[in-house]
């Protein structure tokens, strides 16, 4: 027994005749007297007396009436409730993020996002090392400046301004750079992971990669800039990190002039996964609310 047949039935029932029924059905009246026999035979009863004039329903055919409109309605429902579950937000969204920005901004946006959406979940992984989006099963990750050549679909979220700074007793003891080149005479503090480091700066309207060498590297933002305020050197770091310890004067910016703008931050996720829901609305809602707190 097919679905189709018992919607023939019904709606043959409901319209008194074949051709009432094939006209709302849009079908010829020869395929659904057929496709209501094919159903009786299917079910080993008569569902329905025929005369020259109009149908009428047998016993059987009523009591199968009945059940077949509780099961097509059903059917209805369930259908129209996995179009919505489609059209809304929902499921698990693993997503990795930089471990200050993920602390600073991220968390109280995931937590409004998810009174939102009460259907979606987050499984949230915050640290400063890049993630193999695919190969470790992340949906998303959220990204800060230039991104590496790769598959993944990037999406601008907003921009972040990076800022070189120092605390002031370094500057006094050790002097304030006062051009790019001046860093060579520096402890630089680097935020990043391993290999030959330099910082981005823009001299006489060209970007230029100066080489910095200091006493420390780390992957983590909060690190370097802790150790910044410590005294150990000078440090290049996204403005949300080094923002309340600038207004403190635990740091004092340097370079100021010299720095390019601001760097880009990214969504990316891979192919796969552009027409998922929930990534295009938890990306659309950080666009939207990061345009509001990074410019505040």
Same mark, same amino acid.
């Given at each position: ?57 047998? &016993? ?5 009436? &009945? ?57 949230? /992984? ?9 190969? /470790? ?84 933002? /909060? ?74």
């Amino acid at each position: 027994m097919q679905l189709d047949d018992m919607r023939i039935f019904v709606a043959t029932v409901d319209a008194h005749n074949f051709t009432s029924a094939a006209n709302r059905l849009s079908l010829s009246k020869q395929f659904v007297s057929r496709r209501v026999m094919a159903l009786e035979e299917a079910l080993g009863v008569r569902l329905l007396i025929r005369n020259t004039r109009k149908l009428a329903v047998t &016993e059987l055919g009523q009591e199968f009436y &009945e059940r077949a409109k509780r099961i097509l309605g059903e059917v209805e429902e369930a259908e129209q409730a996995m179009s919505l579950r489609r059209a809304s937000p929902h499921g698990l969204l693993r997503v990795s993020a930089p471990m200050s920005f993920g602390m600073v901004h991220l968390s109280p946006l995931v937590a409004m996002f998810l009174k939102k959406h009460p259907d979606v979940r987050f499984d949230m /992984e915050l640290s400063d090392r890049t993630v193999d989006v695919v190969g /470790e099963g992340f949906d998303m990750a959220i990204r800060i400046g230039t991104l590496a050549d790769s598959t993944l679909i990037a999406q601008k979220l907003a921009e972040v301004r990076m800022v070189a700074c120092a605390s002031p007793q370094y500057l006094r003891r050790r002097g304030t750079p006062t051009a790019p080149a001046d860093l060579a005479r520096h402890a630089c503090l680097l935020y990043g992971h391993g290999g030959p480091a330099s910082w981005e700066f823009v001299v006489d309207g060209v970007h230029k990669a100066v080489e910095v060498h200091g006493p420390l590297r780390a992957n983590n933002g /909060e690190l370097i800039r802790d150790s910044a305020i410590a005294g150990l050197g000078i440090a290049r770091l996204p403005d949300f990190i080094v923002s309340a310890a600038l207004k403190a004067g635990q740091l004092a910016g340097v370079l100021e002039p010299f720095l390019p703008r601001a760097a880009a931050l990214y969504a990316v996720y891979p192919q796969h996964r552009q027409s998922s829901t929930t990534i295009q609305a938890f990306t659309a809602f950080l666009r939207e609310q990061l345009a509001k707190s990074l410019s505040a």
